[in-house]
């Protein structure tokens, strides 16, 4: 069974740094593109970043390139996202979530970590 | 304000059909595939249709997607209660290599 929990959201001051770490079991990890989505609260989805099988390649939604960085490790099964000068508008739920080899979609979904950028 | 344009909100009586539409434009829809997705409250988005049109396991086939030109469409048949829900289409825009999904459409099963 394909599984993905994510951890480490919390609450930051603006201007802080996050890491937010997502576990991945049920599959090989190093086959699959994966992706960060994050909702704010009462509002929709929002894509923010996905990664290659290897980490060899990312993209980044405009509002975040500069500040947030994907990655991964396979070997430990985990996919990570450091958030670096966060902001009130970055509150939300993160969702880490896996793309169909077959190209964007997200398909599996975790069952996201909050995030909450206040003073 | 997100550049695929989703209704707000619908809403039909149990047992009746719904469409939702998504409209985006060529560098989005028109040159890729769309997917849609269920999220009940306080869940995770659920994954409905992938490639326009096709069903995961599992997903009953009251459920269907199209796609024509830079517009995409879900259809609800046989609607129930447990569909109350939000609903959102998703694709990729070619051209800025990012992933990103409608505004959200809320189902209210009257």
């Known amino acids: 069974e394909v599984q993905l929990v994510e951890s480490g959201g919390g609450l930051v001051q603006p201007g802080g740094s996050l890491r937010l770490s997502c576990a991945a079991s049920?599959?090989?990890?190093?086959?699959?593109?994966m992706t960060w989505v994050r909702q704010a609260p009462g509002k929709g989805l929002e894509w923010v970043a996905n990664?290659?099988?290897?980490?060899?390649?990312?993209y980044y939604v405009g509002s975040v390139r500069g500040r947030f960085t994907i990655s991964r490790d396979n070997a430990r099964n985990s996919l990570y996202l450091q958030m670096n000068s966060l902001r009130a508008e970055d509150t939300a739920v993160y969702f880490c979530?896996?793309?169909?080899?077959?190209?964007?979609?997200?398909?599996?979904w975790g069952q996201g970590t909050l995030v909450t950028v206040s003073s | 304000q997100s550049v695929l344009t989703q209704p707000p909100s619908v809403s039909a009586a149990p047992g009746q059909k719904v469409s939702i539409s998504c409209s985006g434009s060529?560098?989005?829809?028109?040159?890729?595939?769309v997917s849609w997705y269920q999220q009940l409250p306080g869940t995770a988005p659920k994954l409905l249709i992938y490639?326009?049109?096709k069903r995961p396991s599992g997903i009953p086939d009251r459920f269907s997607g199209s796609k024509s030109g830079t517009s995409a469409t879900l259809v609800i048949t046989g609607l129930q209660t447990g569909d109350e829900a939000d609903y959102y289409c998703?694709?990729?825009?070619?051209?800025?290599?990012?992933?990103?999904f409608g505004g959200g459409t809320k189902l209210t099963v009257l």
């Open positions: 979530a896996r793309e169909q080899t077959s190209g964007w979609t997200p398909d599996y």
């Open positions: 049920g599959f090989t990890l190093s086959s699959y593109w």
């Open positions: 990664i290659k099988q290897d980490g060899a390649d990312q």
């Open positions: 060529s560098s989005n829809i028109g040159n890729n595939y």
């Open positions: 490639d326009n049109s």
């Open positions: 998703g694709t990729r825009d070619t051209t800025l290599s990012i992933g990103m």
